[in-house]
């Protein structure tokens, strides 16, 4: 079967990668928009600890990171270079002995589902200092093993790269969709394409493509700015993630970079900016959290537009008024961590395979 995917984003990207993985002929076509998510994403993936209360949300986050590691397995077995995915653990903070006790019960909790979380302790603010050296001094924290984080950018030129060493085809322009009797279209610069699915997981854009065909979803971009320090002289490889009480976090690669994120700005529309107060937001908070890192360099303040659904949910199935249309998208705050699995979803919706979870909560026409 043919298949046309429109967006390389994380999920477009692992789509493609597991249809190709199934001898499936697919061209994966590309416009790198500014503010496209996964090159500004953070690349916290653990749901262990306090987030997603949704409870569809978080069994598929789940599934999701218990199934990154065979991702990565297959990636490496086809070549496909630096993942940037590390289970580097997480720090989940607590300013007072009843939050602490609440992440705790919450991590042990979802350990008894599944062993992929790994050690849970609790820890004094010495000791959590001693894992995570510029944090703050007036809080303790719960520890999880199996918090992990990737670079999502660096994850999806792998799965690129991979798909194409498979036989995938990559097409690097903007396109637009078209409609005749009940079948759908790509248009090109060369002309119109036909294709037994057409896949939509153009990200926050995903809302105006299918504009074009006549159906609508509830989607938004909403921007997020985040911010990229550079702790000098500092082995950041094995800081594991921290999660203080509120949206903002931060995590560390291996190269001295600490990254602070994030404004979540609903009504930014593609407002592609870096925001006095934006910038402030996320420099304030990160230095509460970590005042050490008061000197470290401010390299690179990025943007992204998370697809934002109806809720935080993907929106993830067929259209019925088509033959050949699937969307996938909405993956909002979650996309680093759901992405790729809801990528392998979306390649067995594809081929008619069964996907193995209820897909009726991911509805892409809920309002
Ligand atoms: P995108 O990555 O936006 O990709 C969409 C692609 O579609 C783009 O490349 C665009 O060029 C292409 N496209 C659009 N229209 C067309 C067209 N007409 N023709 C051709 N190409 C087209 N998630 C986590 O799990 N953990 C985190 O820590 C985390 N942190 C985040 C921090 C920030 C600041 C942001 C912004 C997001 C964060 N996320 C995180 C969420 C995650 O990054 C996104 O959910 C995810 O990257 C969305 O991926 P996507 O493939 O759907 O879309």
New binding site residues.
Partial sequence: MKHII???????AATAYSLVQQGEDVVL?????RG???K??????CPWVGARKDPDLYELAKVSAIDYPALIDDLRADEAGVTGYYKCGALALANTESELEALYEEAVRKRKETDFVGDVEKLTNSEARKMFPPLQNDCSAVYVSGGARVD?DLLTQALVRAFVNRGGQLLE????LESRGDEVFVRTRDGVLDADQVIV?????SKK?LEQVDVSIVLEPQR?Q?AHLRAEGEDTKDWPVVLPQSSHYMLAFDDGRVVF??TREADSGFDYRLTAGGVQEVLDEGLAVAPGLADATLEEV?I????MGPDQKPLLGKISSYSNLIVA?G?????????PFVGKMTAKLAIDEEVGMDLTPFDPLRT
């Fill in positions: 429109i967006g390389a984003g994380i999920l477009g076509v590309d416009a790198d928009f496209k998510a996964t500004a994403g953070a690349g916290i993936v999502g322009e903007e396109v637009e997981s153009a990200g926050a854009w493509l997020g985040i994120g994030a990025r992204g537009f998370r697809p998208t993956l909002g705050p979650s996309g680093l961590t759901i992405g």
